[in-house]
């Protein structure tokens, strides 16, 4: 370009970091020009990013091989609030990164899109220089890196982007967006005003809990409106299946209730005696078999529902007690428990899994482990948890049929609460899982909402923890077969099951059975995935800790 010509696009021009824009002139095409020196060296920043490689594999060797042969740019822009920020130049690695571009799959770019047209609807019309497109394109390749390519499926397109926003939320939170290739440098410095913070995480957080119901209201190729023909076509094609789909929705919103209703109750317990504890628990109960005598209709139906989770709750509580006074269970706390097991397919039955494990009795533990797996369809089975907002892939067509056939009482053998402990129960927790009670450090505090009580108990999904302790259980009874099938499903729920809401505390669990099997580089790969899915109140942060001090003293 002339100096003339350069001159005059300067003028006219807008400067998007190293890029003048010139955008909306009649006749004329927009246009991004870049002022660049080409360097022919891979940046000795850059280089320890080919020695990296996440839970992915993404990128492949071979496309780092081809990355590192590119070269690089040293364009003119500065970092964002530095005194010489206009005297400072940066090295753009523009080529690479096209490489990876061109190595995406179509499921991967339509994530990239959606969010692309998500940032133009809902956050550049009111906060128009803070979130750029090329920020969101280091976060899908973060997430790319580290994912299982497995995820990203057409049909798990929603998750993936609910991932991609999920990521990008933290990285706003925390005002940091490390570039994909050379990691110290921050893309978020200085965009985020401290003024518009609350409000782009708050549309955020909207988009990401709307379960996909935002897309809707997109214009960007009127995708908002196509998207709504499609839905229309659909529950017209599928409108002998009504009946399925409603007793479905219904029968997972009792459950999702019962779930809520216990955990209310719980918090008031959750710093309680022993005694104080029973004594609440007891109460309840008793109160609850009353109005089951004096009610009918859903009433009753409501009472049959709800006092059996506090039975066992109640036997758990119990059961901790005479562990910390005799180091056995009492009849009575079996008895308690007992009168609760058939809440739903597993947690109950978990919960006396853990009790015998924790007393040392694993013959007992093996049966009601291998009976609760026995009983846990992964076709129909759906797992239930109210702990938080997570944005949920669709329901199983087999829970939906079964739905149909049966009253409420279907919630016995097609829902999978997740297991939870309280403070009051820890002698019949795993030492393992007791670390969750302690996920929080001062700095984290600050950082949990109104409704993350759940965060000073021992919470894990019911699949994750079936496979944990069956791996614990065989693994002292040495049936070495059975004991790598366990762990074998461990890992492939944690990495295939897409409605876990405990996910990081299911990879805290396996990364202490990486480290009983001697797989300590595997152990903190997976803590460093839960730190992924849950930066700050994460137990797996004490586990880092503790597995490299104790690589340090062996050393």
């Known amino acids: 370009m002339t100096e003339i010509a350069a001159a005059s696009f300067y003028g006219r021009g807008l400067r998007h970091g190293p890029a003048y824009a010139e955008q909306g002139q009649p006749g004329f095409n927009d246009i991004d020009i870049v002022f660049a020196f080409p360097c022919t060296s891979w940046p000795l920043q850059a280089r320890q990013w080919l020695d990296w490689q996440g839970v992915g594999q993404w990128p492949s060797d071979l496309m780092k091989r081809y990355c590192s042969s590119t070269g690089c740019f040293a364009v003119g822009v500065g970092s964002k609030g530095s005194e010489n920020e206009e005297l400072e130049w940066r090295i753009s690695t523009s080529l690479a990164e096209r490489c990876l571009m061109f190595n995406l799959d179509i499921t991967q770019i339509r994530c990239y899109v959606l969010m692309k047209m998500i940032l133009k609807t809902f956050i550049k019309p009111y906060f128009e220089d803070t979130i750029s497109s090329f920020m969101c394109k280091t976060v899908l390749f973060h997430c790319i890196a580290n994912t299982c390519l497995n995820i990203w499926r057409e049909k798990h397109l929603l998750v993936c982007l609910s991932l991609c926003l999920s990521v990008l939320y933290k990285s706003i939170l925390n005002e940091n967006c490390p570039h994909f290739i050379i990691s110290g440098n921050n893309l978020m410095r200085g965009h985020i005003p401290h003024e518009s913070k609350p409000y782009i995480?708050?549309?955020?957080?909207?988009?990401?809990?709307?379960?996909?119901?935002?897309?809707?209201?997109?214009?960007c190729d009127s995708l908002g409106a196509r998207l709504q023909l499609k839905l229309s076509n659909l529950l017209f094609g599928f409108e002998f299946k009504t009946n399925d789909i409603i007793s479905g929705h219904l029968l997972q919103l009792t459950a999702h209730f019962i779930h809520f209703k216990i955990q209310e109750c719980l918090i008031?317990?959750?710093?309680?005696?022993?005694?104080?504890?029973?004594?609440?628990?007891l109460k309840d109960?008793?109160?609850l078999a009353i109005i089951y005598d004096q009610s009918l209709g859903l009433d009753k139906t409501a009472c049959s529902l709800l006092a059996p989770q506090f039975c066992t709750t109640l036997g758990?509580?119990?059961?901790?007690?005479?562990?910390?006074?005799?180091?056995?269970?009492?009849?009575?706390?079996?008895?308690?428990i007992s009168m609760g097991l058939n809440t739903d397919v597993s947690s109950s039955k978990l919960k006396l899994a853990s009790m015998l494990y924790c007393i040392g009795d694993t013959q007992r533990t093996e049966i009601v482990l291998r009976d609760t797996e026995a009983n846990y369809d992964l076709n129909i089975v759906e797992p239930i948890c109210r702990?938080?907002?997570?944005?949920?892939?669709?329901?199983?067509r087999g829970f939906f049929a079964i739905s149909n056939n049966h009253n409420v009482e279907a919630i016995q053998y097609t829902t999978a609460f997740c297991v939870t402990f309280l403070p009051c129960e820890i002698n019949c927790v795993?030492?393992?899982?007791?670390?969750?009670?302690?996920?929080?450090?001062?700095?984290?505090?600050?950082?949990?909402?109104?409704?993350?009580?759940?965060?000073?108990?021992?919470?894990?999904?019911?699949?994750?923890?079936?496979?944990f302790l069956q791996y614990k259980t065989y693994s002292n009874i040495q049936r070495h077969q059975e004991k790598q099938r366990a762990?074998?499903?461990?890992?492939?729920t944690i990495d295939q099951e897409p409605n876990l809401a405990h996910r990081e505390t299911a990879l805290n669990l396996l990364g202490q059975c990486m480290e009983q099997e001697d797989r300590a580089r595997d152990a903190l790969h997976c803590y460093l995935l839960s730190l992924n899915l849950r930066e700050r109140n994460n137990a797996a942060k004490l586990h880092i800790c503790r597995l490299l001090s104790t690589?340090?003293?062996?050393y």
């Open 268 to 281: 008031e317990i959750t710093n309680s005696s022993y005694e104080e504890a029973i004594q609440t628990l």
């Open 487 to 492: 762990l074998f499903n461990l890992v492939k």
């Open 387 to 396: 702990c938080y907002s997570f944005i949920k892939q669709a329901t199983r």
């Open 285 to 287: 109960i008793f109160k």
């Open 551 to 554: 690589l340090v003293n062996d």
């Open 430 to 467: 795993p030492h393992e899982l007791r670390y969750e009670m302690f996920r929080s450090t001062q700095e984290d505090l600050p950082f949990r909402g109104i409704l993350d009580f759940w965060m000073d108990w021992a919470v894990v999904d019911s699949l994750p923890y079936l496979y």
């Open 201 to 219: 995480l708050e549309i955020l957080n909207y988009i990401i809990n709307s379960e996909g119901r935002a897309l809707l209201g997109i214009e």
């Open 316 to 336: 758990s509580v119990l059961g901790s007690y005479n562990i910390q006074l005799f180091n056995a269970i009492s009849a009575k706390a079996f008895t308690w």
